[in-house]
């Protein structure tokens, strides 16, 4: 049974860090692509970043680019999304999803975690 699991989220101050991670399990995670979404109340769920299984390609949604790193740790199954210069913008419940094509739509991607609240206060 795959299990994504998020954590690392709350509330952070207007160009603040914080640092989300999600640990992987029941799938050989080094053969997936890992994403990050996010949903803000009464919008839909965008794109946020993606990192391809290997670590090496990465793609960026434009409202992040360049404040959010995302990466991944093949030998703990763990993916990560440092956030910094945080926006109030940012606010969304973040998830992470595994998928097997370094793509932004999120039905292209097969596994979903449950989720982990980001506040930026402002």
């Known amino acids: 049974q795959v299990q994504l699991a998020e954590s690392g989220g709350g509330l952070v101050q207007a160009g603040g860090s914080l640092r989300l991670s999600c640990a992987a399990s029941?799938?050989?995670?080094?053969?997936?692509?890992m994403g990050w979404f996010r949903q803000a109340p009464g919008k839909e769920r965008e794109f946020v970043a993606c990192?391809?299984?290997?670590?090496?390609?990465?793609l960026y949604a434009e409202s992040v680019k360049g404040r959010f790193t995302i990466s991944r740790d093949n030998t703990q199954s763990m993916v990560y999304l440092q956030m910094t210069s945080a926006r109030p913008e940012d606010t969304a419940v973040y998830y992470c999803a595994a998928g097997f094509t370094l793509v932004t739509p999120d039905n292209q991607y097969n596994y979903w975690g449950q989720g982990t609240q980001v506040t930026v206060s402002s």
């Open positions: 990192i391809s299984s290997s670590g090496r390609n990465t």
């Open positions: 029941g799938l050989i995670f080094k053969t997936y692509v």
